[in-house]
């Protein structure tokens, strides 16, 4: 729980060195143009606010969005909800294959730009320690891309709107949010 609050006083942190980064705009505004990419995204979308109270959740492309924090940075759309019992426990190793869409650029339903590794066998495997943020390994993708784990099993299959806050730490001054396309699996014995 102490590295939740590290994180999060980091980026706080973070938030008010950036005053101005992207054609002048404060980071108030960087924030409220990330709020619109979002909003723009999910208006094409069914968006419940809710997860549900027994964890099962409406499943398939045309399944809505959950809002799965209190603040209204992450929204889940289950594709595959996994096999029962297969959930994560601290520090396990999980592999993940994504393709990311900066919502930035989504324009009448469709996105110009991806990018990821999930068409691309040869590109290397990317992994993080669950819920153990004290390696670089794993806090550089941001704890987004984890938080699926907390409802799912390992080998769902999500949609995911995560905003800056809570993307990649390498990004975090960029404030833009983006919809990944994640499976998540084991390692292999």
């Not at 959930?87 to 190793?93: I, S, Y």
């Not at 990821?116 to 066998?121: I, K, L, R, V």
């Not at 891309?145 to 799912?152: D, E, H, Y």
């Amino acid at each position: 729980m102490n590295i939740k609050i590290i994180f999060a006083s980091l980026v706080a942190a973070l938030s008010l060195a950036f005053t101005s980064c992207d054609d002048g705009k404060t980071y108030a505004e960087l924030l409220q143009s990330e709020d619109q990419y979002v909003n723009n995204f999910l208006a094409d979308h069914i968006v419940y606010n809710d997860i549900p109270a027994d964890t099962v959740f409406e499943v398939g492309e045309d399944a809505p969005y959950y809002r799965i924090d209190e603040e209204g940075q992450i929204y889940m759309q289950v594709i595959d909800p996994g096999t029962p019992g297969n959930m994560a426990k601290a520090d396990d190793l999980i592999y993940f294959r994504y393709t990311r869409y900066n919502l930035r650029y989504y324009e009448d339903g469709k996105f110009t730009y991806s990018g990821g590794n999930s068409d691309d066998m040869s590109q290397a495997n990317t992994s993080f320690r669950y819920n153990n943020y004290t390696l670089q390994s794993s806090s550089q993708w941001g704890s987004g891309i984890q938080r699926p784990l907390a409802l799912l099993p390992v080998d769902c299959q999500v949609n995911l709107v995560v905003k800056s806050q809570y993307g990649f730490t390498s990004e975090l001054a960029d404030v833009q949010p983006y919809l990944f396309e994640l499976r998540y699996y084991r390692p292999r014995i």
